[in-house]
């Protein structure tokens, strides 16, 4: 993974927000970032608090004062109790608004931190350490701190960007097999929608792209994509949607299976029958639609991705999307591979039928 800092600034707050790169990050963690905190809250699961968590405290140590906060991993945990419950252990520490939270995890840790950040004390700064391939080339990127509630995914949330993210590959040596996919998921799905060179070179030798060694060498070109991006549209107006590919059937598949299948294996089931319904309503390119569709059944059938389907079920959650207007489901769909479709007036979403969403689904019988 190439090394070094990216700096954006997010026009809407003037918020800056530093990206860093580098191996073994954690024995170099730019300690600068912390000056000027009172605390440092790192909240963290059950799982990765075992193997990061006191060498990160060690080091952050000699910048400001830690606490460790860890919650139960799983997406059944990214929820209102978990939250209320570390809001209070930090008004029992009795924080005041100088302090910040680091997450130190994969998307769950993120974004349950990141909403605690943006309602404790009406927002302090928070930083993400990401632990996951998904975290690190999405979820901790972008400012999006989404909670789920009973009734669907991410339906409680804020805008917050983090002051500072620290990216290392190092840590992905402990990532189980069975997580890669979440990340490849979303590397992939870069690609279709921003870069075609990147899709070349997945789809050359996809059976390389199934190993986290040759997957670390994409993070870097995967997170600036994303931060370009968010920093053109941060409240996701409409630029910003491009990002949603494959996410609106994919969310409905994830919360229809109980988020027994998980985020980035949805994405990727959301891709096929989004593209389907690109092609399907002549946005997408007969051949590029091809080659998608052969690489993401080729993912697919490597990690045995299956699901029960269930139509009604996968619909009434796709109507909870957030970028439905009215009763229209609306989606981000690609034109080619490496670019995204915006209509004469330059809406980057197209209204799609709830008859031709159901048609998708045969795609993954
Ligand atoms: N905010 C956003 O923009 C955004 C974008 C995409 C996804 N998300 C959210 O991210 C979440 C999914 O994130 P995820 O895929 O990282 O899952 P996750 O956070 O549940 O982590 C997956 C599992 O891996 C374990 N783990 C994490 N890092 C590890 C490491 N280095 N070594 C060993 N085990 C490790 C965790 O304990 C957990 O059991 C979902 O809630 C999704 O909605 C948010």
Known sequence: MAQGTLEIVFPRRSEKCSVFFGENLIDKLPLEAFSGLSYLVIVSDDVVSKLYAQKLRDRLSQATKTCLIVMQHGERSKNLLTVSKIVKKMSDLGLDRKSAVLALGGGVVGDTSGFVASIFKRGIKYFQFPTTLLAQVDSSIGGKCGIDTEWGKNQIGTFCQPAGIFITASVLDTLPKSEIVNGLGEIVKTSIISDRTM??????????????????????????????????????????????????????????????????????????????????????????????????SNIKDHYGIKILLNRRKILSFAMLDKKITGATIRMSLPKEIGKMYSSKDGEFAVPVSKEMLVRSLDCLK
């Open 199 to 296: 899709f070349n070179e997945i789809e050359s030798s996809p059976e390389d792209y199934f190993t986290i060694r040759k997957l670390k060498t994409l993070i870097r070109r995967t997170c600036e994509i994303k931060l370009s991006v968010v920093e053109k549209d941060e409240l996701e107006t409409n630029f910003r949607r491009i990002l949603n590919y494959g996410h609106t059937i994919g969310h409905a598949i994830e919360a229809s299976s109980d988020y027994k299948l998980s985020h980035g294996k949805s994405v990727i089931l959301g891709m096929i029958c989004e593209g389907w319904i690109a092609n399907k309503l002549r946005i997408f390119d007969d051949g590029d639609y091809d080659r998608q569709l052969k690489l993401l």
